[in-house]
């Protein structure tokens, strides 16, 4: 399994931006698809963004227009842009990965839901104060 790594949280105001990476080692990051979660007080984890091995990416509808994930394969590392933040985007943000057998070997629901990760990051908080 591959070992992920958050870093670039922090806290803004609203209307700010952010950008998280997420740093793997341990395996060929290549073939893993990724993806980014996060976890509000006393919610659910939810998909936030995916990026399959091809690059192609998927986004929540309350994070699309705002946020872009992007993948550098030469580097393992996995980035989400966040502009435009909002008081609703308070969470601990968190890194996720499963290895596929190639690009679309998730479907969209499968991309976004926790349950389909094995491998996580510990997560770095983003908090947004209106």
């Known amino acids: 399994q591959v070992h992920l790594v958050e870093s670039g949280g922090g806290s803004v105001q609203s209307g700010g931006s952010l950008t998280l990476s997420c740093a793997a080692s341990?395996?060929?990051?290549?073939?893993?698809?990724m993806a980014w979660f996060r976890e509000a007080p006393h919610k659910e984890r939810e998909g936030v963004a995916a990026?399959?091995?091809?690059?192609?990416?998927l986004y929540a509808e309350y994070v699309k227009g705002r946020f872009a994930v992007s993948r550098d394969n030469s580097k393992n590392t996995l980035s989400l842009q966040m502009n435009n933040l909002k008081p609703e985007d308070t969470a601990m943000y968190y890194c996720?990965?499963?290895?596929?057998?190639?690009?679309?070997?998730?479907?969209?629901?499968?991309?976004?839901?926790?349950?389909?990760?094995?491998?996580w990051g510990q997560g770095t908080q983003v908090t947004v104060s209106s």
């Open positions: 996720a990965a499963v290895a596929v057998p190639g690009p679309g070997s998730l479907t969209n629901v499968q991309a976004l839901s926790a349950n389909g990760y094995s491998s």
């Open positions: 341990g395996d060929t990051y290549s073939i893993y698809s």
């Open positions: 990026i399959d091995v091809d690059g192609s990416a």
